[in-house]
């Protein structure tokens, strides 16, 4: 079974402070992805990686930047966090897209 | 603009009914297709998926959809709901929109299901 783990699942951070919040997959897949869920606005796509050092912006990416050093670990950066930054964060990895992406458990981030 | 459709925001049925959730999407030829579910709190797991082949596939937790080419559509049925098959339900799409030599997974907006006793 595919296992993506995300480093925490809930977060509560201040306003100006950089959070990291970190994602790992054991399957080998060479595409990572990091959603935010909000209620009303779906799943949007923030960032997504398809091999070690490349990124591509998703539909979202302003306020965050990724990070991805080795293949298994996808890192998601939010510079200086914002209360419109707080939100439910999903990371994902695939194989190939016919064969779908499979989510992390999710970190539910607060921004006081 | 490709999109994917889930008509319905909130189902509920009765323990032990059969239950369908409707997902239309608009692309030209046919694309990946995939249902996920996601309970409360939680990530969201994969319940099935299609790209070829026979156009009703299986799926995991006794779940299946129907691929209609004719109609866009890509319906998840169940024969007899559970309790524990209370949760959110996620249609999405992919194969459609080139973004950095990748295409993306497209995701409706979700319909929420409420199990009753």
């Known amino acids: 079974d595919v296992k993506v783990t995300q480093s925490s699942r809930y977060l509560v951070k201040r306003t100006g402070e950089k959070v990291f919040l970190e994602c790992v997959q054991d399957?080998?897949?060479?595409?990572m992805f990091w959603y935010r869920q909000d209620p009303g606005l779906g799943l949007r796509l923030i960032y997504f990686?398809?091999?070690?050092?490349?990124?591509e912006k998703g539909d979202i990416p302003e306020g965050y930047s990724v990070s991805r050093e080795k293949k298994e670990r996808f890192s998601l950066i939010l510079e200086s966090a914002s209360t419109n930054q707080t939100s439910m964060y999903l990371c994902?990895?695939?194989?190939?897209?016919?064969?779908?992406?499979?989510f992390g458990p999710g970190t539910r981030l607060l921004v006081l | 603009a490709q999109s994917v459709t889930q008509p319905d925001i909130h189902i509920t049925v009765s323990e032990g009914a059969s239950l369908e959730l409707r997902c239309n999407y608009s692309?030209?030829?046919?694309?990946?297709l995939f249902w996920y579910v996601q309970s409360p709190g939680q990530g969201l797991q994969l319940l099935l998926k299609?790209?070829?082949?026979?156009?009703l596939v299986q799926g995991i937790k006794g779940f299946e959809a129907e691929f209609k080419r004719s109609q866009s559509s890509f319906n998840l049925r169940k024969p007899s709901v559970h309790w524990s098959d209370a949760a959110e339900y996620f249609c999405?799409?992919?194969?459609?929109?080139?973004?950095?030599?990748?295409?993306?997974?497209?995701f409706g907006a979700g319909t929420r299901l409420a199990v009753h006793p």
């Open positions: 999405a799409v992919g194969g459609i929109e080139v973004s950095g030599g990748y295409n993306k997974l497209i």
């Open positions: 990686s398809y091999d070690v050092k490349m990124k």
């Open positions: 994902a990895s695939s194989l190939s897209e016919r064969e779908g992406q499979y």
């Open positions: 692309y030209g030829a046919t694309p990946y």
């Open positions: 299609y790209f070829s082949g026979d156009t």
């Open positions: 399957m080998d897949h060479e595409n």
